[in-house]
């Protein structure tokens, strides 16, 4: 099983950028699909953004042409650079690994496991 650990949230205004990065411990990283999720207060988790393991990567509408995800499999990271952010876009995010065998998917419950998140907060 893969640990992972996020960092890089933090408070920023509306219109500004941050980049996350999701630390993974472990040898099998690299055969692992990974997938950003958030999750506002009162909302269910959402799905960002996900990459595979061939750099392929797809985002939720929302984020497109907003957010971009990239891993490096020598240092064991996935990052989400994120730009032009919105107040609407406050919520805690997470990293994930998406189960073997599943494809293109936005259900958390497709991702087994799950870092202890990070707060992003944009004000106005």
């Known amino acids: 099983q893969v640990q992972l650990v996020e960092s890089g949230g933090g408070l920023v205004q509306a219109g500004g950028s941050l980049r996350l990065s999701c630390a993974a411990s472990?040898?099998?990283?690299?055969?692992?699909?990974m997938g950003w999720f958030r999750q506002a207060p009162g909302k269910e988790r959402e799905f960002v953004a996900s990459i595979t393991t061939s750099d392929s990567t797809w985002y939720a509408s929302s984020m497109k042409g907003r957010f971009a995800i990239s891993r490096n499999n020598a240092k064991n990271t996935v990052e989400l650079q994120m730009n032009s952010l919105k107040p609407e876009d406050t919520a805690v995010y997470y990293c994930?690994?998406?189960?073997?065998?599943?494809?293109?998917?936005?259900?958390?419950?497709?991702?087994?496991?799950w870092g202890q998140g990070t707060q992003v907060t944009v004000s106005s």
């Open positions: 994930a690994t998406r189960n073997p065998g599943v494809g293109r998917t936005t259900y958390p419950r497709d991702f087994g496991s």
């Open positions: 472990g040898r099998t990283f690299s055969t692992y699909a």
